[in-house]
């Protein structure tokens, strides 16, 4: 098997998609092709180590728990990540989740895979680098997409993608950026435009506010 470049494995308590809440082994890869201005994995850009394909899955299957997600930085930066993945879905008796900035490819990812894609909005600064083509892979019964909300600007361009780009039947959520929007503000755009979306916090800084790696 190949070997991957591992910023950190962990496991905790899912904090984002609609996975929230249960307990998730997580496979943090290095490595990213953006520069988001509000990232709080940059510590994930650069670094890590070796680790063989098979030591990672077998660190999943040892830890037990219902999910296993491979995330990052940008996982399928590394040519490994779709062994990992198919691995992954084979071996690993739980689900299995890929969480993406769609910015690149994501045709060939093993169809028992769920993909999270996390659509950048413009107040990351790297919303033109999406590959919009991509959501026409993805399957409203296994996939869906999240999109981080810092401010209105925000909102109204997940509004118009919602209505003009992401299929009808895909899960979608909407989250307040930490620390920049507060969470009834959004709630109060989503409830004024009827969104069929799932307004969601994330779980980790409210569990662990004060840990940044690990959670």
């Not at 890929?98 to 994501?106: D, K, M, Q, R």
């Not at 045709?107 to 033109?128: A, T």
Request: charged share 25%; with cysteine; glycine share 8%.
């Amino acid at each position: 098997m190949s070997k991957l470049i591992i910023s950190e494995i962990f496991s905790s308590i899912q904090g984002e998609s609609h996975w929230a809440g249960y307990p998730c082994t997580f496979i943090r890869l290095t490595g990213c092709n953006l520069r988001c201005s509000w990232c709080d994995t940059r510590y994930a850009w650069e670094g890590g180590c070796q680790r063989d394909i098979s030591d990672l899955v077998d660190f999943a299957l040892k830890e037990g728990l219902p999910t296993v997600e491979v995330t990052g930085g940008e996982p399928l930066l590394q040519e490994g990540a779709h062994e990992l993945l198919s691995t992954l879905a084979s071996e690993h008796p739980g689900e299995v989740l890929l969480e993406t900035n769609g910015s690149l490819p994501i045709k060939g990812i093993d169809p028992k895979v769920h993909i999270i894609m996390d659509l950048k909005p413009p107040s990351s600064g790297e919303s033109d680098s999406i590959e919009w083509s991509n959501l026409n892979e993805l399957s409203p019964q296994r996939d869906e997409v999240k999109i981080i909300i810092a401010d209105r600007s925000d909102f109204e361009w997940a509004l118009s993608a919602l209505r003009t780009k992401i299929a009808s039947g895909i899960r979608v959520s909407l989250s307040p950026l930490w620390g920049s929007l507060e969470a009834p503000l959004l709630a109060s755009w989503i409830m004024e435009e009827k969104l069929s979306v799932r307004m969601q916090l994330q779980l980790h800084k409210l569990i662990w506010p004060d840990t940044d790696r690990g959670v």
